[in-house]
C-alpha cells in the first residue's frame, strides 16, 4: 500500500528548473533564427542584408540618437493610445456585460466599428482632427479600444451564474458581488484583452505614423523605403517586435500575479 502511495505522489517540477528550460528554448529559437537569416542573406537573396549589415546599421542609429528618438516617439504614441483605449474598453465592457440595457445600446456600435479596420479611419482623422499628434494617437487608441472591450464584454457575460446566486443568497449586494464575483472573475479576459490590444496598438504604429510625422520608427521605415534602404527597415522591424514582446512579457507577469487563483498548465 505505501508503495502504491509513493508512486502516486509526483513531484511539481521546480518553478525555477521551468524558467532556465524556457529560457534556454527562448536563446535557442533566437540563435536558430539569426542562422536561417543569415544563411538566406548568403545565398544571394536579392537585397536582403544579412544580420551583420543590420547590427551595424544599428549602431550606426544609435550613435546619432535617431534609434533613441525615433523609439520613444513611437513609445509615447503607442503607450498613449493603449493606455486610453484599455481603460475606455473595460467600463464600456462591463456596462455591456453586466446590464442589458447597456448591451443593447453600445453593442451594435461596437460591432459595426470593430468590422472597419481603424487604418481605414486615417483620412477621416486627418479630416475632421488635423495633422498632429491626435489623429495618430486616435487611431492607435481605436485599434487598442476595440480589441479590449470585446474581452471585457465576454469576461462578465461568461461569470459563473453559480458564483452570482451563491453570493446574493450570502446577503451580498450588487456592488459587492461586482467588486468581489464579477471583476476577478472576468480579469483573465481583460488580460487577454489587453495582450491583443497591445499588439493591435503596434501594428497600427506605422500606419498612424504616416499622418506628417517627422519621427518615429514608422516614419523611419517609410522614408527608408524611398532610398530603398532595408537594413534601417529591418532595424525598425526588429526595435517594433522587441518593444512590444517586451511589453507583452511584462502583461504576462501582471496576468499570472493577479490570476493565481487560476489553474495552470
Known amino acids: ?17 521551468r524558467l ?8 535557442a529559437a533566437v540563435a536558430a533564427g539569426l542562422a536561417g537569416w543569415a544563411l538566406l542573406a548568403s545565398s544571394g537573396m536579392q537585397g ?17 540618437g535617431t534609434l533613441l528618438d525615433d523609439t520613444l516617439a513611437s513609445l509615447r ?10 481603460l475606455t474598453a473595460v467600463p464600456v465592457g462591463f456596462l455591456m456585460g453586466w446590464y442589458p440595457t447597456a448591451r443593447a445600446l453600445l453593442e451594435p456600435y461596437v460591432q459595426f466599428f470593430r468590422t472597419i479596420p481603424p487604418l481605414a479611419l486615417i483620412p ?29 464584454f465576454q469576461g462578465v457575460v461568461d461569470v459563473d ?17 461586482f467588486l468581489r464575483v464579477v471583476i476577478p472573475a472576468a480579469a483573465p479576459f481583460i488580460l487577454v484583452g489587453m495582450r491583443i490590444g497591445l499588439g493591435s496598438a503596434w501594428g497600427t504604429l506605422v ?21 530603398y534602404d532595408l537594413p534601417t527597415i529591418f532595424v ?13 512579457r511584462l502583461l504576462q507577469l501582471a496576468e499570472r500575479r493577479l490570476t493565481r487563483w487560476q489553474e495552470r498548465r
Open 1 to 17: 500500500m505505501a508503495a502504491v502511495t509513493t508512486g502516486a505522489a509526483r513531484p511539481a517540477r521546480p518553478a525555477a528548473r
Open 20 to 27: 532556465a528550460r524556457t529560457l534556454t528554448l527562448n536563446l
Open 48 to 64: 536582403l542584408p544579412g544580420p551583420a549589415e543590420v547590427a551595424g546599421r544599428a549602431g550606426e542609429l544609435i550613435a546619432d
Open 77 to 86: 504614441r503607442v503607450l498613449t493610445g493603449f493606455a486610453l483605449g484599455t
Open 124 to 152: 477621416l482623422a486627418i479630416v475632421l482632427m488635423g495633422i498632429g499628434e491626435v489623429p495618430k494617437v486616435f487611431v492607435i487608441f481605436l485599434a487598442a479600444f476595440l480589441s479590449s472591450v470585446v474581452a471585457a
Open 161 to 177: 451564474v453559480t458564483l452570482v446566486n451563491a453570493a446574493r443568497v450570502l446577503g451580498a449586494g450588487d456592488r459587492a458581488i
Open 207 to 227: 500606419a498612424a505614423e504616416l499622418i506628417a510625422a517627422q519621427e518615429g520608427l514608422g516614419f523611419r521605415m517609410q522614408q527608408a523605403q524611398l532610398y
Open 236 to 248: 525598425g522591424l526588429i526595435t517594433i517586435g522587441v518593444l512590444g514582446l517586451t511589453m507583452d
